[in-house]
């Protein structure tokens, strides 16, 4: 079946749905593109000819856009904090939600639209799009897979140059948790998926130097604790110097029982232990050198189809509404333990937005 989609953004990171991840989908008959949403008119024509639609298929009020345009799900790609309404709206005419990553701006918030979506017996999607890119794809099975043996820690690191206003779109030079929020949103989430078990407990520390042009923190250092005895370590910056490690070019590695999985640039390496050695010694660059995973679809062009496989019956994605409150609740965790400058056990944190949105719904 080829799903007719509304999509509501086009620019900023939206133009890249336009132009990278919706047309592939479209191309193969998974999708077929019928309305465009953007208040940028300028925006929403340079997505339309990425799209190839008609000018009475683009808008730019989201409200009328719903009215008119007949769709089987919608795709949101606008500031988070700006997702519900859209969603109100989605759910308002029974239709099927693939929306970016966080859910919302907020945990409250997150919650209270997986409560909504739970109740209007639809499908909500979220695009963590860098745990499903073809490095980490490639990470995880290979750790999924025990070639280190169980894992004892993961370590991520994340260092961007985006210190200058602008350089990484303005809404996050604004927001005040910008590094948390905006980044450490994808990678905490790899590292729990690396884990292979929910965190139970984080402490987050954040700042910003005097040379970034932002109002909230840049800089952020987590330290994670998971269900299953692993642990884990989160560096991140958007002020960093040189862009050591940019997006789609961090850097993790997996410390396992039998060995080490390393990811640096986009390139993989293992390190095994031999068992008859007393103790050995490695070199990063002198590991076995792993392939990547073969495939024409990753990141959000990949979770476009998982997210229509779901829809066709299948088995729920990965990053449901419901599941993706993890990942959600890993950051506003962080968030409150730089507030209260220690620990927060997440679990119990997520939980008491459940049954505050329980209680109020």
Same mark, same amino acid.
């Given at each position: 079946?080829?799903?007719k989609?509304?999509?509501?953004?086009?620019?900023?990171?939206?133009?890249r749905?336009?132009?990278?991840?919706?047309?592939?989908?479209?191309?193969?008959?998974?999708?077929?593109?019928v309305?465009?949403?953007?208040?940028?008119?300028?925006?929403?024509?340079?997505?339309?000819?990425? *799209?190839? *639609?008609k000018?009475?298929?683009?808008?730019?009020?989201?409200?009328?856009?719903?009215?008119?345009?007949?769709?089987?799900?919608?795709?949101?790609?606008?500031?988070?904090?700006?997702?519900?309404?859209?969603?109100?709206?989605?759910?308002?005419?029974?239709m099927?939600?693939?929306s970016e990553?966080?859910? +919302?701006?907020?945990?409250?918030?997150?919650?209270?639209?997986?409560?909504?979506?739970r109740?209007?017996?639809?499908?909500?999607?979220?695009?963590?799009?860098?745990?499903?890119?073809?490095?980490?794809?490639?990470?995880? /099975?290979?750790?999924s /897979?025990?070639?280190?043996?169980?894992?004892n820690?993961?370590?991520?690191?994340?260092?961007?140059?985006?210190?200058?206003?602008?350089?990484w779109?303005?809404?996050?030079?604004?927001?005040?948790?910008?590094?948390?929020?905006?980044?450490?949103?994808?990678?905490?989430?790899?590292?729990?998926?690396? +884990?292979?078990?929910?965190?139970?407990?984080?402490?987050?520390?954040?700042?910003?130097?005097?040379?970034?042009?932002?109002?909230?923190?840049?800089?952020?250092?987590?330290?994670?604790?998971?269900?299953?005895?692993?642990h884990?370590?989160?560096?991140?910056?958007?002020?960093?110097?040189?862009?050591?490690?940019?997006?789609?070019?961090?850097?993790?590695?997996?410390?396992?029982?039998?060995?080490? +999985?390393?990811?640096?640039?986009?390139?993989?390496?293992?390190?095994?232990?031999?068992?008859?050695?007393?103790?050995?010694?490695s070199?990063q660059?002198?590991?076995q050198?792993?392939?990547?995973?073969?495939?024409?679809?990753?990141?959000?062009?990949l *979770?476009?189809?998982?997210?229509?496989?779901?829809?066709?019956?299948?088995?729920?994605m990965?990053?449901?509404?419901?599941?993706?409150?993890?990942?959600?609740?890993?950051?506003?965790?962080?968030i409150?333990?730089?507030r209260?400058?220690?620990?927060?056990?997440?679990?119990?944190?997520?939980?008491?937005?459940?049954?505050? /949105?329980?209680?109020?719904?």
């Amino acid at each position: 079946m080829t799903y007719k989609v509304l999509h509501i953004g086009a620019g900023g990171f939206g133009e890249r749905w336009c132009d990278t991840f919706l047309p592939p989908n479209v191309a193969d008959g998974t999708i077929e593109v019928v309305g465009l949403v953007d208040i940028d008119a300028k925006a929403l024509e340079i997505g339309r000819k990425h *799209l190839g *639609l008609k000018t009475e298929q683009c808008f730019t009020s989201a409200a009328q856009a719903f009215q008119m345009v007949d769709a089987d799900f919608c795709t949101i790609v606008i500031p988070p904090a700006l997702h519900e309404g859209i969603v109100d709206l989605a759910l308002a005419r029974g239709m099927q939600i693939l929306s970016e990553k966080p859910i +919302a701006d907020t945990l409250e918030a997150s919650v209270r639209i997986a409560e909504k979506v739970r109740k209007a017996r639809l499908n909500m999607g979220v695009t963590m799009s860098h745990r499903f890119d073809q490095d980490k794809s490639t990470l995880r /099975a290979l750790v999924s /897979a025990d070639a280190i043996g169980r894992v004892n820690t993961i370590s991520c690191r994340f260092a961007g140059d985006f210190r200058v206003y602008d350089s990484w779109g303005r809404f996050r030079h604004e927001m005040m948790h910008p590094m948390l929020i905006e980044g450490a949103v994808h990678h905490l989430d790899i590292m729990a998926d690396l +884990a292979g078990a929910p965190c139970t407990s984080i402490y987050a520390r954040t700042w910003k130097p005097e040379w970034a042009d932002y109002e909230g923190d840049t800089d952020a250092i987590v330290l994670m604790d998971f269900a299953n005895g692993a642990h884990g370590v989160y560096e991140g910056s958007s002020a960093q110097a040189t862009g050591l490690n940019d997006w789609t070019f961090e850097y993790v590695r997996v410390e396992g029982e039998t060995g080490t +999985a390393i990811l640096d640039h986009r390139e993989i390496e293992v390190f095994h232990r031999y068992p008859m050695r007393l103790r050995q010694a490695s070199r990063q660059g002198k590991g076995q050198q792993v392939s990547l995973l073969p495939g024409k679809k990753w990141q959000n062009a990949l *979770l476009i189809e998982q997210f229509c496989e779901w829809l066709d019956g299948g088995p729920p994605m990965a990053t449901s509404v419901w599941e993706n409150l993890q990942s959600v609740a890993l950051v506003f965790s962080a968030i409150e333990s730089v507030r209260l400058g220690q620990p927060v056990k997440v679990q119990e944190f997520l939980q008491s937005y459940r049954e505050r /949105a329980s209680i109020e719904s």
